[in-house]
Structure formats: structure tokens, C-alpha cells
């Protein structure tokens, strides 16, 4: 059974750091794993997908990188702001077309 | 191009009643997955339909059931609700199972 960790629960920086998330999965024998933004009482809105054949992905001020072998993915943010405070999460399945295994999401909040 | 949408965004329920939810995929979508997430935590998986048919389910009961329809829009009902039904159920569309979408959720407070 997959299990996803997310460390740290809970995040308060001051605007400008640059931070980091982590993401550690149980079962490496993933397809992708995706990096979600969560609004409080909002959808999902997707930030990054990794293909399991990619080390990492960047999006503007994010990076995201995958170690299958070690199970564990991390999501860099530059530079944050405090419109970046928000809860992320990541995602993984197991296969393809399979349904999404989620962590329980880190809070992040930045302060200006 | 619309992404996916959800209705209704809130709604109010007393313990026993029914309820459905409805999901209009991204366009070009053809699978459709529900979950449901309880405060301050990571969404469950609830169930998947593709070609109109249930493909995957996860640990959820009977009460919770769904339909997709030929133009891919997708319906979660539960049935006799319990307080512990209450939370955000979203709905991702995809083709064929690759990269989820999400819509802006559905909040159902069950009293």
C-alpha cells in the first residue's frame, strides 16, 4: 500500500527565503508525482508534474525534483512571497490512469 | 477554455438524506475521478469512470455511488448521509488517467 509523507507540517517564513517541502513515498514503483496549491477551501491547482524518468521539472520561481530510488521528492520555491502562502501537496499513482495517493500537505505561510 | 466545474459550490444537508454532486470535465476529457477531503487533510479516492463506466474504487461504502454520462460530465451521490460526510469533494478530469485536473470542489456540511 502506498503511503506519502509530508515534512514539514507547517511552515512560516519571512518573505524573501527561499524554501524547501519534502514529499517521501513508501513505494517507488511510481508513474509521475505531481505537485498540487491549495487555497484554503479551494480546488487543486496543479504546480509541477514529474515523469518518473525525469529528475526534475521547473516552473518559474519552483523546481521540483524526484528520487524513485530513495523515495522522496522536493519542491524549491525562490525567492517566496507572501502570495505564496497557501498548503501544498503531493501526489502520486501508482500507475497510469490510476488514482492519485495524496501527502496531507504542508501550510505554508509567508510573511511580509 | 473552461476548466473543470463543479456544482453546487456549498450545500447544507441533515444526517439521512441524499445527496448529489455533479462535475463537468476539462474539454477533451475523458476520465473522471471524485475525492473527498476532510479538513486538514490530503483528498481520498473515492472513484474513477472512464467510458462510462466505474474503473477504479477506493475504500469508500456502497452509500457512495456515481454515474458518468456520453458527454463525460460525471455525478457522485451518497446516500444516507452521516455527520462524518462532511467535507470538500473535488472532482479531476484527465484523458485517459494522464495528468489530473481539479475543480474549485464541492463543500457539503451534513447536520
Known amino acids: 500500500k502506498q503511503e506519502v509523507t509530508q515534512i514539514p507540517a507547517a511552515l512560516s517564513v519571512p518573505e524573501g527565503e527561499n524554501l524547501v517541502l519534502n514529499c517521501s513515498f513508501t513505494d517507488s514503483a511510481i508513474y509521475n508525482l505531481q505537485w498540487f496549491r491549495q487555497d484554503p477551501g479551494k480546488g487543486l491547482t496543479s504546480l509541477l508534474l514529474i515523469q518518473s524518468s525525469q529528475r526534475e521539472q521547473t516552473s518559474g520561481r519552483l523546481n521540483a525534483s524526484l528520487d524513485k530510488s530513495s523515495g522522496r521528492s522536493t519542491l524549491y520555491i525562490a525567492a517566496s512571497q507572501p502570495g505564496d502562502s497557501a498548503t501544498y501537496l503531493c501526489a502520486v499513482p501508482m500507475e497510469y490512469g490510476n488514482k492519485l495517493v495524496f501527502g496531507a500537505g504542508t501550510i505554508l505561510r509567508v510573511k511580509s | 477554455d473552461a476548466g473543470v466545474t463543479q456544482s453546487p459550490t456549498h450545500l447544507i444537508k441533515t444526517r439521512g438524506q441524499q445527496v448529489t454532486l455533479r462535475c463537468s470535465p476539462k474539454s477533451g476529457h475523458d476520465t473522471v475521478s471524485w475525492y473527498q477531503q476532510a479538513l486538514g487533510q490530503g483528498p481520498q479516492f473515492i472513484f474513477q469512470y472512464y467510458e462510462e463506466e466505474e474503473r477504479q474504487r477506493g475504500n469508500f461504502p456502497d452509500r457512495f455511488s456515481g454515474h458518468q454520462f456520453p458527454n463525460y460530465s460525471s455525478e457522485l451521490n451518497v446516500n444516507a448521509l452521516l455527520l462524518g460526510d462532511s467535507a470538500l469533494y473535488l472532482c479531476?478530469?484527465?484523458?485517459?488517467?494522464?495528468?489530473?485536473?481539479f475543480g474549485p470542489g464541492t463543500r457539503l456540511t451534513v447536520t
Open positions: 479531476a478530469s484527465s484523458l485517459d488517467g494522464y495528468e489530473q485536473y
